[in-house]
Nanobody, 121 residues
Framework: QVQLKESGGGSVQAGGSLRLSCTVS?????MAWFRQAPGKEREAISW????????RYADSAKGRFTTSQDMADDTLHLQIHTLEPEDTAMYYC?????????????????WGQGTQVTVSS
């Protein structure tokens, strides 16, 4: 059983930046960031293979989103630059501990509770 906990969300003005973090209680094969806006499907932002550090981004996330990971404790981070009102959503961290990495598919074995990001214009 792996527990994930996101933090760092909040209310910001458009153009600002935020850094989200996700702590994880055990070893993982890959981890990912997703977001879900009201009335919309959960969409992938990025996924990262924990040991290799190989990180991939969804096409819609290229440019303003940067994913990194602390190698000491595998805490996953998501830096969001130049926030837009359209970025308003609940942001989730996900983890896969074995098997294939689901990548952009929201079928990970473990999920955090999410952290809310609200961007005002």
């Amino acid at each position: 059983q792996v527990q994930l906990k996101e933090s760092g969300g909040g209310s910001v003005q458009a153009g600002g930046s935020l850094r989200l973090s996700c702590t994880v209680s055990g070893p993982t094969y890959c981890m990912a960031w997703f977001r879900q806006a009201p009335g919309k499907e959960r969409e992938a932002i990025s996924w990262r293979y924990t040991r290799s550090g190989n990180t991939r981004y969804a096409d819609s996330a290229k440019g303003r989103f940067t994913t990194s990971q602390d190698m000491a404790d595998d805490t996953l981070h998501l830096q969001i630059h130049t926030l837009e009102p359209e970025d308003t959503a609940m942001y989730y961290c996900a983890a896969q501990v074995n098997g294939d990495c689901p990548a952009r598919t929201p079928s990970y074995q473990y999920w955090g509770q999410g952290t809310q990001v609200t961007v005002s214009s």
